[in-house]
């Protein structure tokens, strides 16, 4: 049974860092494509970043260069972690796999998510 667990999330001040978690199992980790998602209320669904199996990162335009996605090493575990959170950065993060080719932030290709964990940014 695939199963993915988020955590990290909570209240952070604008400028600051918050680092998220995602524990994977039930499923072959090493092969699959993963990714973070956020949605705000009232908004939709919106691609934070991926990672492939053979380690190849795609970021979403709005957190490009503020966030870096990671794996841990001999790990089933990913990791987001963000800098310089904005108040705009307030949302449920969601942990999401799949095993189809590419890794692409399209809600659509992924079959496989997380509960999400809220990141609160106050200003």
């Known amino acids: 049974q695939v199963r993915l667990e988020e955590s990290g999330g909570g209240s952070v001040q604008a400028g600051g860092s918050v680092i998220l978690s995602c524990a994977a199992s039930?499923?072959?980790?090493?092969?699959?494509?993963m990714a973070w998602f956020r949605q705000a209320p009232g908004n939709e669904r919106e691609g934070v970043a991926s990672i492939d199996h053979d380690g190849s990162i795609t970021y979403g335009d709005s957190v490009k260069g503020r966030v870096t996605i990671s794996k841990g090493n001999g790990k089933n575990t990913m990791y987001l972690q963000m800098n310089n959170l904005k108040p705009e950065d307030s949302a449920v993060y969601y942990c999401?796999?799949?095993?189809?080719?590419?890794?692409?932030?399209?809600?659509?290709?992924?079959?496989?998510w997380g509960q999400g964990t809220q990141v609160t940014v106050s200003s």
């Open positions: 039930g499923f072959i980790y090493s092969s699959y494509c």
């Open positions: 999401a796999a799949h095993a189809h080719w590419g890794c692409l932030l399209r809600q659509d290709d992924y079959n496989y």
